[in-house]
């Protein structure tokens, strides 16, 4: 398996602009988990989905950041408009079982630079 | 407070010695625990988890989970170089859709 793909790997934008992260999951894995770090607040969840249903989002920092999970194969984090605050590496992972089943496996991250 | 809390170090220690990180969460409705390392640059990756009380031990790594004391530690056994990274604590509730809730994490160096 090719485990978790996450793309783009490194991403640098201006102030403003739209930002759309992507990941695909491990086939069969069945919940789907978006995490950002940064130095200052570690890893932090933003939103996960089971069976492609948003679960608990209250981690989401504000209505600029949204995300959709159209199939069980495919989700994306979107940003607009993005700001410097929002720099961080964003991780997807997934995991197989029941409602926030614990067993991650993180995709290798997206590093967001917004100047 | 963070839920999930660890020392930041970093913690050095000598190449074959044992590296003992500790992890204290404030849920008390926490029934798993998980150990993940994560090298510089790369995603975190799971060592190990823990459910019931006492000691589990797999190759080189312990965990040790006691609820009594709301406290979970991760042994290294010989310890090597290549075990430096960040060692990161993970706990899940079912209070909280058992999503796991991350500590900040222990960088360990390993000198050789």
């Known amino acids: 398996d090719a485990g978790v793909i996450q793309s783009p790997r490194h991403e640098v934008t201006e102030m403003g602009q739209e930002v759309t992260l992507r990941c695909k999951p491990i086939?069969?894995?069945?919940?789907l988990f978006w995490y950002r770090q940064t130095m200052m607040r570690g890893l932090e969840l933003l939103i996960y989905?089971?069976?492609?249903?948003?679960?608990?989002d209250s981690g989401m920092p504000e209505d600029r950041f949204s995300a959709k999970m159209p199939n069980a194969s495919f989700s994306t984090l979107k940003i607009q408009p993005s700001e410097p605050r929002d720099s961080a590496v964003y991780f997807c992972?997934?995991?197989?079982?029941?409602?926030?089943?614990?067993?991650?496996?993180f995709g290798a991250g997206s590093r967001l630079t917004v100047l | 407070q963070k839920e999930v809390e660890q020392n930041s170090g970093p913690l050095s220690v000598p190449e074959g010695a044992i590296a003992s990180l500790n992890c204290t969460y404030s849920?008390?409705?926490?029934?798993?625990f998980f150990w993940y390392r994560q090298y510089s640059g790369k995603s975190p990756e799971l060592i190990m988890f823990?459910?019931?009380?006492g000691d589990k031990e797999e190759g080189r790594f312990t965990a040790q989970l006691n609820k009594a004391s709301q406290y979970v530690s991760l042994l290294i056994r010989d310890s090597q170089p290549s075990d430096s990274a960040t060692y990161l604590c993970?706990?899940?509730?079912?209070?909280?859709?058992?999503?796991?809730?991350f500590g900040g994490g222990t960088r360990l160096m390993v000198k050789p």
């Open positions: 086939s069969g894995h069945n919940s």
């Open positions: 989905f089971n069976n492609n249903v948003p679960i608990d």
């Open positions: 823990i459910y019931s009380n």
């Open positions: 992972a997934s995991s197989f079982g029941g409602t926030g089943a614990n067993v991650l496996t």
């Open positions: 849920d008390r409705g926490s029934q798993s």
């Open positions: 993970a706990a899940s509730s079912n209070n909280a859709g058992n999503m796991l809730t």
